[in-house]
């Protein structure tokens, strides 16, 4: 496909997305691709702060199917593709991610809010900490594939997201080109 024809494409993307990356996002998603054309390339244009990171893997595998069966599926990012949006965005490749001018992508560490009350018999206590240990190295394993996913194929590596990740890392959709995260900008 030339430069015309995928600029053509892209500026009239199938399904539009903007908000809480969420449930309700996820079957808004759904129902828009039940209702798109079942042939040709498909684009999904988003705009999100971001949300929940596992709707977000789920959307992101959804993504992957379809293109595994063959079709052409584009991710353009509009003004702010933020934490839940690049992991859904990381699962396009490189070659199907447009952003518009002015847009960024927001790369930061996932993050837990929770108290633990340590209360009855000592080894109980133990599990209970192992426990919450065990969820916080499962969750660090799964943004460390979501890191890995959107840096395959760029000039950014790994140990670079994860070094600025912790300090929110903010990048604009020209530098996001420069370094190979997304094909252009338009």
Known sequence: MNDTDRQKILTAPQLRLIGSVDEAMYAEFRNQLSAAPQDGPLV??????????????????????????????????????????????????????????????????????????????LRSCIAQLKAALNEIEHSIDIEEMGFREITENSEVDFEE????????????CEEAAERGLIAGVI
């Not at 977000?56 to 595998?61: Q, V």
Request: aromatic share 10%.
């Open 44 to 121: 999904i244009a988003m705009t999100t702060l971001g949300g929940n990171p596992e709707v977000a893997r789920a959307m992101a595998d959804d993504v992957r199917l379809i293109r595994d069966a063959g079709r052409t599926i584009y991710f353009l990012g509009k003004a702010a593709v933020y934490s839940a949006g690049a992991t859904f965005m990381a699962g396009f490749p490189v070659e199907c991610r447009y952003f518009t001018k002015g847009s960024s992508i927001l790369l930061h560490e996932r993050q837990i809010a929770k108290t633990i009350n340590l209360n009855g018999p």
């Open 161 to 172: 997201v994860r070094e600025k990740a912790p300090d929110n890392w903010y990048i604009p």
